[in-house]
């Protein structure tokens, strides 16, 4: 070949790394490419990732050297976006009272939420998500922020949850869907994978309405007592993984942790009058929690290799909602001595039913629960609590209190069809 041709080859190279974005560059978009706090930064890369390559990093290094990506408010993640987190930390600053990542169509307002898709969020070596130093909210709709919850209950308020905005005027004064770490809800197509979440504010991950989910490698470290400066505070609602209204087609696998309570929890509710609209900052869900029909039942989910120093799987439904073909294989509730357990002890391995919650599930509702494989030492090995259907319990080691593996807290001749094999309780 001639030396013109390699001139010329030479020019086309040249000008491609360096005008725009060079070809590395576009396999790495990050944060470090932009101006702004560190929640402008990152949202940034996202946004300019969605346009181009879809894929944003963000590393472990900070250039404004603190070694911590501290956020103020939620990266809002589109269609089409992988989050790769590679060996960073997260974390919600003492001025933040929102989620760490939301999917973009749902918020305060938005009252008819579109779909979106394909959204990963991705770590690689250790990844560390962590609440704010002193939150300035914390727990679920119904909890009162509280900067002393000793002087709360001796004034007869029971509800309650730590947060520094407590008693600020002007401020609200409970907890609600922003205290969520991740919140993803009507997305087709997510995967979380290989994180470690510590003290959110209330549930670690949820997702609602959300379709075709992988979440894989989680670990949690959810106690319900933290520590703020130098004094212990109460934190509440603390699950680990929640599947609330319409959620399908899951894979849940390896995780585990320390959690303040459900580490998974699968919800079909219907609880009327107390229904919230999509977009209500009151409600501790930002899509509706009106149970619509079938659309809104959750169903095929599966369940394994799963451990947590408290309660471990909750399959609740009410009314006319139902929950039915999950698969439950591998779940370990342990007591942990240097983390004394809420309410001294586990409830459950694995609970189906649940109460409290609306009215009672309505017979066949809950249907197809298949479990094995289950090791606990709390309250109950596996509780039942509503009548189920269709359904079997194989393979369980249990040396709690209870007087048999399997506990019915309903009616058993309510629950049809029926298998149960092999639970052993250890004298």
Known sequence: MSKLFYVGFAIIVNSIFSFGYSNQNIESITPNQFEGSDTQRIQSAVNEAASTTGKVIIPAYNTNGSGVWLLDSAILLPSNITVILDNCTIQLSDISRDNMFRSDNVGIGITDPNWNENIKIIGTGSVLLKGAKNPRATGDSFRVLTQDA????????????????????????????????????????????????????????????????????????????????????????????????????????????????????????????????????????????????????????????????????????????????????????????????????????????????????????????????????????????????????TNGLYSGKADSAITFDTNEDECTNIVYSNLNKLK
Not at 180 to 207: P, Q, T
Not at 250 to 278: R, T
Request: hydrophobic share 35%; with cysteine; aromatic share 10%.
């Open 150 to 393: 000793e002087k709360s209950r001796a004034e007869g308020v029971y509800r309650i949850s730590y947060g520094s905005d407590a008693g600020v005027k002007n401020t609200k004064q409970k907890g609600d869907w922003r205290n969520i770490m991740i919140l993803m809800a009507y997305v087709n197509g997510f995967e979380l994978n290989n994180v470690k979440i510590e003290n959110s504010h209330s549930w670690g991950v949820s997702f609602e309405r959300v379709s075709n989910a992988i979440i894989e490698n989680i670990q949690i470290y959810n106690p319900e007592v933290i520590n703020i400066g130098n004094r212990e505070v109460i934190v509440f609602n603390k699950d680990g993984v929640n599947l609330r209204h319409g959620c399908k087609y899951f894979k849940i696998s390896n995780v585990s942790g320390v959690n303040g309570d459900d580490l998974i929890a699968l919800s079909s509710l219907d609880v009327e009058p107390y229904y919230h609209s999509n977009g209500n900052i009151n409600s501790y869900q930002v899509t509706t929690t009106q149970w619509r029909g079938p659309m809104d039942d959750t169903e095929y989910i599966i369940i394994s290799n799963c451990s947590t120093n408290y309660t471990g799987v909750a399959i609740r439904a009410s009314d006319e909602a139902s929950i039915h073909h999950v698969y439950v294989n591998g779940v370990i509730t342990a007591e942990r001595p240097d983390i004394p357990a809420p309410y001294g002890g586990s409830p459950y391995t694995l609970l189906v039913g649940g109460i409290g919650y609306g009215k009672k599930s309505e017979f066949k509702k809950i249907h197809n629960i298949f479990a094995t494989n289950l090791i606990g030492d709390g309250k109950n090995l596996i509780l039942i609590q509503t009548p189920i259907h269709n359904s079997a319990f």
